[in-house]
T-cell receptor, first 115, second 115 residues
Framework: GAVVSQHPSWVICKSGTSVKIECRSL??????MFWYRQFPKQSLMLMAT?????????EQGVEKDKFLINHASLTLSTLTVTSAHPEDSSFYIC???????????FGPGTRLLVL | AQSVTQLDSHVSVSEGTPVLLRCNYS??????LFWYVQHPNKGLQLLLK??????LVKGINGFEAEFKKSETSFHLTKPSAHMSDAAEYFC?????????????FGTGTRLLVSP
């Protein structure tokens, strides 16, 4: 089946630093990828839709300058949390939609802790 | 706009007894509905999906769900719970917005299975 990986699986950083999270589709191409955020014991909230070759589409209330998304290739999207603060601590999950088949496949998530 | 409501934040069952996880949807037209499961430290896994074909949908691991338009429901069931079914379950609707498709998650139901 289709596999999506995320790296790193967890990261601890100091307040004010930037953190980059990678999302890769390992065995399929994905023009469209999605980034979600999940707070403890809460649901997944869509942050943005990442499109290869064009700008990401952000959901209402998500700061595009704080959460930079780069869809560099058909198998890689990155989310950079700039100048991270403790309130950015969360579980970040990516999802990829294959170009040639239906479905949405999710990565295992990245747990971010900002001290 | 399409949305889903999961009526129970927690459901507790004994191993071997039936499972019922409730989900109601809101949509102005025939929706595409999904159930996903999230195990700790693992990516979200698709259990089953409804896309306007058969109203009774069979998924993996013995789960099934029935789309009932008259009740605007899409409840997830399993005849006999297994310890490995303990996880977080999300009811999800696919929404079209400004030309993009995206998944909108319910708040989740945590299934607890006791021996």
């Amino acid at each position: 089946g289709a596999v999506v990986s995320q790296h790193p699986s967890w990261v601890i950083c100091k307040s004010g630093t930037s953190v980059k999270i990678e999302c890769r589709s390992l065995d399929f191409q994905a023009t469209t990828m999605f980034w979600y955020r999940q707070f403890p014991k809460q649901s997944l909230m869509l942050m943005a839709t990442s499109n290869e070759g064009s700008k990401a589409t952000y959901e209402q209330g998500v700061e595009k300058d704080k959460f930079l998304i780069n869809h560099a290739s058909l198998t890689l999207s990155t989310l950079t949390v700039t100048s991270a603060h403790p309130e950015d601590s969360s579980f970040y999950i990516c999802s990829a939609r294959p170009d040639r088949s239906p479905g949405y496949y999710f990565g295992p998530g990245t747990r971010l802790l900002v001290l | 706009a399409q949305s889903v409501t999961q009526l129970d934040s927690h459901v507790s069952v004994s191993e071997g007894t039936p499972v019922l996880l409730r989900c109601n949807y809101s949509s102005s037209y025939s929706p595409s509905l999904f159930w996903y499961v999230q195990h700790p430290n693992k990516g979200l896994q698709l259990l089953l999906k409804y896309t306007s074909a058969a109203t009774l949908v069979k998924g993996i691991n013995g789960f099934e769900a029935e789309f009932k338009k008259s009740e605007t429901s899409f409840h997830l069931t399993k005849p006999s719970a297994h310890m490995s079914d303990a996880a977080e379950y999300f009811c999800v609707v696919r929404r079209m917005n400004t030309g993009f498709q995206k998944l909108v998650f319910g708040t989740g139901t945590r299934l607890l299975v006791s021996p």
